[in-house]
């Protein structure tokens, strides 16, 4: 059993910083990728930032220069730190990871249950 769990949503004015956390606990074998997604209510869902076990990092176009995701592999932890927030920001971000959980075993999709963002004045 594999669980995410995000933390540091909440509220912040436009300009303001935040930082989230995901945390990857339970049967981790290894971590081949992380990422942020988001989604605002009648929007898809969108890629933030994607980050590689080989380093390989991607953005949105939208938080690009803004945004920077980075990954503690010995804690099996992924950030987000996002700055100079704007209100079209506003979603709920949630974290993924393809893992594996022993070597015998595919890569499997893993999903935290997201973390409410909220950019208002």
């Known amino acids: 059993q594999v669980r995410l769990v995000e933390s540091g949503g909440g509220l912040v004015q436009p300009g303001g910083s935040l930082r989230l956390s995901c945390v990857a606990s339970?049967?981790?074998?290894?971590?081949?990728?992380v990422a942020w997604y988001r989604q605002a209510p009648g929007e898809e869902r969108e890629l933030v930032a994607r980050t590689t076990l080989g380093d390989m990092t991607t953005y949105g176009d939208s938080v690009e220069g803004r945004f920077t995701i980075s990954w503690d592999k010995a804690k099996n932890t992924v950030y987000l730190e996002m700055n100079n927030l704007e209100r079209e920001d506003t979603a709920v971000y949630s974290c993924?990871?393809?893992?594996?959980?022993?070597?015998?075993?595919?890569?499997?999709?893993?999903w935290g249950q997201g973390t409410q963002v909220t950019v208002s004045s």
């Open positions: 993924y990871a393809g893992l594996f959980t022993s070597p015998l075993k595919p890569l499997i999709d893993y």
């Open positions: 339970g049967s981790v074998f290894s971590i081949s990728a």
